[in-house]
Every structure is written in structure tokens, then in C-alpha cells.
């Protein structure tokens, strides 16, 4: 269930990604390098998220009756949960960045930005 809340996560902030003005002029670049840490982040989070529910599924699939957890399953365990803080601190300020008013609508920013992508 959480792979797939990650999942439905990342599909919600690129369909906002794409509801932008930003991104409707054609100025993706500036959308992907704004939000790429978010976007590399909600990758490697979700790929150590699947990897990790997988093995431990796949220990005690084999094995029910004793708890199995290795020196292996123990340092993934703790780069997924450190990735998860750095996961959820830049979803929480890409949303809060998401809802500038200056991405849904014409702005002086937006045009000088243009003027500059266009050089």
C-alpha cells in the first residue's frame, strides 16, 4: 500500500506540474529544474520503498516462523527511512511552492524568464 500511496503521490505532483502556465507556454525546463530534487527524490524513495518491502515479504514468505533480519535488510531499512524525511520535507514544499499564483498566470517573472530561455 505505501508503494502505491508513493506512486499516486508522484503521478498528483506531476499532473499540478503540468496544470501550470509554466508549463503550458512550453517552459518545462524551468518546471524540471525548480522541481527536479523532488522528482529524483520520489524515484530513489519509491525504488528503496519497493526494494525493501520486497525482501522483507520475501524473508518471511520463506521463513514464518522467525523473525529474519540481516545486517543488509538493517541498512537499507535506515537509508529508506532517512530518505523518506528528505522524501516528505520536499513533497511538503513543492505543494506549498505549487500553489505561487505566479505559475498559473502571465507575469513579468514568467516573461523575463521567457526572454531568457528564447537566447
Known sequence: ??????LFNLIIILLMLFNTYVFQIGLVAILLERFRALLMLSA????????????LMNLRWLNTNRFI???????????????????YYFYKRTSEYLGDPRLYEDSPWLREVFVRARQ
Open 1 to 6: 500500500m505505501q508503494d502505491i500511496s508513493i
Open 44 to 55: 530513489l524513495y519509491l525504488t528503496f520503498s519497493i526494494i525493501l518491502h520486497s525482501w
Open 69 to 87: 533480519w540481516t545486517d543488509g535488510l538493517q541498512v537499507l531499512f535506515v537509508v529508506q527511512r532517512a530518505g523518506s524525511v528528505l522524501y
